[in-house]
Every structure is written in structure tokens, then in C-alpha cells.
């Protein structure tokens, strides 16, 4: 299958982050159409119609996240573009950060006069600085140019952008979080409902989006939903950028519609396995996902293909491991990135975040007794129902996949007191 | 300790007053002209802002790139996310510890090199990375290491 080339087909074009450029290929003509033609609720309804899904991970469906929002009469209201792409293995944002910072400010802004917003903030991650200082330089072209700012192009409609640098916290992607931290505080997620749509920044109707998400917008509306929905499946209409990364012979970012299988992904577009090793498992939704082995490489990358068979498409990070990866080891990466970034806060994700990493490092070096690796398993069957936010359910759903996949390994490891594949 | 001017934080303050919520980006400036946040600025930031001085350690324990203690010039930042771990990284991180004799967080005795282990960078494609003062190497192996250490030391 082809790479229908929409959301990066300004990638690779010298000076794609320039504004002369972006408009030559047909940029800010979306914003300009609706500010002439459509009335907000129809861009509403247009967004809703098409059946965009967030595509940060949640799938929450756009439209109905901007009417919620659009509803509120509380004001001022805000459009928050979530560029905090820190789970592990993604990738995709940063290039649309750094090579087409306009396609986000114009999506903001389209996103901004349907909800009936003037204020929009993109929250970048501080590893993210260089993308950082394009999407302030955008900001400054596109105010100077009235595509941003007060009156754009002429109309009634204001919009202003800001950009806010993260401090390096992987919770502050969870969007409730991400708020707080704007407001000057750690970043802890907050209890829902109410949602930020009604109470957000400041108590005030928000709408945080993805990069990715944002991105899609101009395309829906210059193309309408019937040509969007002519990419990807009924439930998870368009296009998505996959990140593939790990033992694969072309990582890279690949544009595909949603629903493309598994195994055409990683062997026709991501160049198969390297060295001619063998495919033994993936992630196909960053370090939070459940992992697959080869029996579900025909698997259908998209929301609900993978929530079909017990993972879960997130972001679109598919990490690829060949049959030389030590499951013990990759899951004691996991569940130490976790442990890092649980915020504390409730017991189960803080306790049980700790405790799977000192089992998982007794199993690494066969220290363990029998019955540990069924206790890493009750506990993240614990965190899993007991934890408050998103972290939580995430940071064991990887190490238990493997478990549950790989316990011969996790075994060996325990009975020869090193690991079975010699991998450490 | 030398004292600190901390005349510049005023500046810094100032530019802020009319923001609800500045506490992060007055943290981030503050941290720019100082290289990292000295007690005395916390402090002051604090009578600044009529906030106590704990709400703000609060706040910057929380995130991974404030620091309360000086940084060596150069600032190593490895990376441990997922990618970089199946494609090595482990062992690069081993290899860079042994040459700058220096665990996690430690800074050399020279000043010259601090050393961090970070959560994923983003760049998984190029995956093993690190990033050096804010520059990206890629695809990293031991004589890359070794390169590019001599060549900021």
C-alpha cells in the first residue's frame, strides 16, 4: 500500500517551517475558508462528521470533545495543543514540531473559532527546545502575516498563541495534569469529572489536543469527511504516523491509513527485521501497551483492532524486538521509566511501581524464590484496578504482557542465575 | 560559595508579574542565568512571589530538569527509553560511566561533564541517543562515545 503522504507531506520540502512556503502549498487556506464560509457549529459539526479520533492516545472523538467545550458558557475558553510527546518509542510529533509548525498553529486556530476561543498554548516538552524555538518563530511570522493574532485576516475572529516549555515530567502528557503544571504546579492528575472541556485551565472550558490531531484539521476541512473518511476504517476514519523503532532494518515515521496490518507495517514499509533475525514481539502502542507476538502480526493497527486483542494503538509507537531481546531486561527498562515518572501520589501506582522493579532486578540476577513472578503479576492486577490515573494502568500493562507471553524466560533466569539468551 | 547576584532575579520577576501561574517559567530563567537554582534564589523567588519557599521545592523536586546544585559544563543526557534499550543502551550508558568514572547524577571533579540518565529523548528511530548540551547524537557506539567525550572535554 502506498503512503498516502497527508499529514507529512510537507516534510522534506526545504523550508517547510517557513511561512512563504507553508502557504505556496496551500497553507492557512483552511483557516481563511471557514472564517468567509462557516458559521463555528459547522466546523463542529464538519470535525464530527468526519470521525476524527484524538490521536494522543485516548481516541476521544474531536468533535464532540469541541462541542462539549463549545456548549460551555463559561469563558474565556482555551485551545491547548499537547506537544509533551513523551511516551517512549514516539516520535511523530517532533517532526511536525520542527517541519511544519504552521499546519499546528492553523489547526489551533480553526480549533480556536469553533469552541469560540482566543487564546490558544501549545505545552512543548523541554527536550523538545529546537522544535520549541520554531513554533515561536511560526508564531511570530504568522502574527506578522495576520494569520494569527487579532482580526485574522480581517475578520472579527482573534486568536493568539503561546508557548509553554515543560520541565521534564511524563505525566504532564495526561491532560489534566498537563493543566496543572501551566498553572505553576506539579503536575498531578486531576479526578474526572468534571472534564477539562467544562473545567480546565484555570476552571475554564479547555480543549487539549494533540500535535497529530491538530494537524488533521486544515485537510477536513479543504477535503471534507467524505474524502477523510475514505482513509482508514468506519471506527477510526483518516490516516495515522506511525513511529516504528527497535530491531526493524528502516525505522522511521510512517504515514498509513488506520487499519493497516501489523506485519505490512513492520516488513514492507519499516524494511522487516534486521540482520534476517527473527520477529519475536512488539509494542505496538509505546512502552504502555500490552505486547503482541507473532500470532497477531495481521492484526489491524487502529483503535479498536488493538483493544480487540487486549493492547492498545496509543500514539502509534510500534517498538519492534527480534528474538535476540531478553524479555526481563526490556521489561525492567519499562517498569523503571515508570517508577521514575509515577508522581507519587496514589499508593497503588507509587508502591506498586517500586516493588515491581526490585522484583524484576531479583529475577535478573536469579535471586528470586518461587512465587515472585506470580507476585509481580498480582500486583499489577492491583494497580490495574486501583489506580487513579492513567500512569498507573499503563506502567504495568508491558511487564505483564511479557510475563504472560515469556515465562519460560523469566523462569530461566531464575533457574540458571543469569539471563537464558546471554543477552546480559 | 561565592554570593550571587540576585539582582537579576528582579529582572526575571518583573517580566513575569502580570502572568497568573509563572512559578515553572520564572523557575526555567532563573535556572538559564544561574546554570542551576541556588538556595539563596529559591528563596528569593519566594518573598518575590509571597509564596513559601517549600511550595516552590514542591514544585521543582517534581520536575527532572530543575537542579539545586551546580552542573558540570557539559551535560550528558543518556537515554533509557524503550528503543534505546532494546538497541543497546545499557551498554552504552555502562561504557560511558566507565569512561568518565561517574554514576547517574554525579558531576566530574573537573566540572566538566555532569551525567544524566533520561527517560525517552523522542528520537527513537536513531536509536541508541544521547544528547549533549542540547545536541542529538545518534546511533551511538563505543568509538562514537569516546569521540564524542574528547572532543567537549
Known amino acids: 500500500m502506498p503512503e498516502p503522504n497527508i499529514l507529512l507531506k510537507n516534510i522534506g520540502t526545504p523550508n517547510s517551517d517557513q511561512l512563504d512556503v507553508y502557504v505556496e502549498n496551500g497553507g492557512y487556506r483552511a483557516l481563511k475558508r471557514i472564517l468567509a464560509e462557516l458559521m463555528p457549529e459547522e466546523v463542529v459539526e464538519l470535525v464530527k ?64 473559532y469553533a469552541i469560540g476561543s482566543d487564546q490558544g498554548i501549545i505545552y512543548i516538552r523541554r527536550e523538545y527546545i529546537y522544535g520549541a524555538g520554531k513554533l515561536q518563530e511560526a508564531i511570530e511570522q504568522a502574527r506578522k502575516q495576520g494569520c494569527v493574532g487579532k482580526n485574522i485576516f480581517g475578520s472579527n475572529f482573534s486568536f493568539d498563541i503561546k508557548v509553554f516549555l515543560g520541565a521534564g515530567a511524563y505525566i504532564c502528557g495526561e491532560e489534566t495534569a498537563l493543566l496543572d503544571s501551566i498553572e505553576g504546579k506539579a503536575g498531578r492528575s486531576r479526578i474526572k469529572p468534571p472534564f477539562p472541556v467544562n473545567e480546565g485551565l484555570w476552571h475554564r472550558p479547555t480543549s487539549v489536543n494533540n500535535v497529530e490531531t491538530l494537524c488533521n484539521i486544515p485537510h477536513i476541512i479543504l477535503h471534507g469527511d467524505k474524502w477523510y473518511k475514505s482513509f482508514g476504517t468506519s471506527e477510526s476514519p483518516g490516516t495515522k504516523i506511525f513511529s516504528v523503532s527497535g530491531h526493524v532494518n528502516k525505522p522511521g515515521n510512517y504515514e498509513l491509513p488506520m487499519g493497516v496490518a501489523l506485519e505490512e507495517l513492520i516488513y514492507e514499509h519499516a524494511g522487516g527485521i534486521r540482520n534476517e533475525n527473527r520477529f519475536k514481539a512488539v509494542l505496538p502502542g509505546g512502552a504502555s501497551s500490552p505486547c503482541l507476538t507473532s500470532k497477531y502480526l495481521s492484526v489491524p493497527l487502529d483503535f ?68 515472585e513472578i506470580d507476585l509481580i503479576v498480582n500486583l499489577g492486577l492491583n494497580m490495574r484496578a486501583t489506580c487513579f490515573c492513567p500512569l498507573g494502568l499503563a506502567a504495568q500493562g508491558a511487564v505483564l504482557s511479557f510475563i504472560g507471553n515469556f515465562r519460560d524466560e523469566f523462569e530461566g533466569h531464575i533457574k540458571e542465575k543469569c539471563c537464558p539468551l546471554r543477552a546480559y | 560559595m561565592q554570593a550571587i547576584d540576585l539582582s537579576k532575579i ?81 551498554q552504552i550508558l555502562d561504557h560511558i560511566k566507565a569512561n568518565l568514572q561517574l554514576n547517574a547524577n554525579e558531576t566530574t571533579e573537573d566540572g566538566k561533564f555532569t551525567l544524566q540518565e533520561v527517560a525517552c529523548l523522542g528520537c527513537c528511530g536513531l536509536a541508541p541517543v544521547l544528547v549533549l548540551n542540547d545536541e542529538v547524537h545518534a546511533k551511538l557506539t563505543n568509538e562514537k562515545i569516546e569521540e564524542i567525550i574528547n572532543n567537549a572535554r
Request: hydrophobic share 35%; with cysteine.
Open chain 2, 10 to 90: 528582579d529582572k526575571i520577576l518583573a517580566g513575569h508579574q502580570a502572568e497568573p501561574g509563572s512559578l515553572i517559567p520564572i523557575l526555567q530563567e532563573v535556572q538559564l542565568e544561574y546554570g542551576y537554582l541556588p538556595e539563596e534564589a529559591i528563596d528569593y523567588i519566594a518573598d518575590g512571589l509571597k509564596i513559601s519557599a517549600s511550595k516552590i521545592y514542591g514544585v521543582l523536586t517534581f520536575y527532572a530538569q530543575f537542579h539545586t546544585q551546580p552542573q558540570g559544563k557539559n551535560l550528558l543526557r543518556v537515554c533509557c527509553g524503550t528503543a534505546c534499550h532494546v538497541q543497546g543502551g545499557e
Open chain 1, 49 to 112: 462528521k468526519s470521525g476524527l479520533r484524538g490521536r494522543g492516545g485516548a481516541g476521544f472523538p474531536t468533535g464532540m470533545k469541541w462541542q462539549f467545550c463549545a456548549s460551555d458558557v463559561k469563558t474565556p475558553k482555551y485551545i491547548i495543543c499537547n506537544a509533551d510527546e513523551g511516551e517512549p518509542g514516539t516520535f511523530k510529533d517532533r517532526v511536525l514540531i520542527e517541519e511544519d509548525p504552521h499546519a499546528i498553529l492553523e489547526g489551533m486556530a480553526i480549533a480556536g
Open chain 1, 304 to 371: 479498536d483492532g488493538l483493544a480487540a486483542v487486549g493492547s492498545m494503538l496509543g500514539s502509534g509507537a510500534v517498538i519492534v524486538m527480534d528474538h535476540t531481546t531478553c524479555m526481563v531486561g526490556a521489561g525492567l527498562s519499562i517498569a523503571r521509566f515508570f517508577e521514575h515518572e509515577s508522581c507519587g501520589r496514589c499508593t497503588p501506582c507509587r508502591e506498586g511501581t517500586y516493588w515491581i522493579v526490585r522484583l524484576l532486578e531479583r529475577i535478573m540476577v536469579g535471586e528470586s524464590q518461587s512465587g
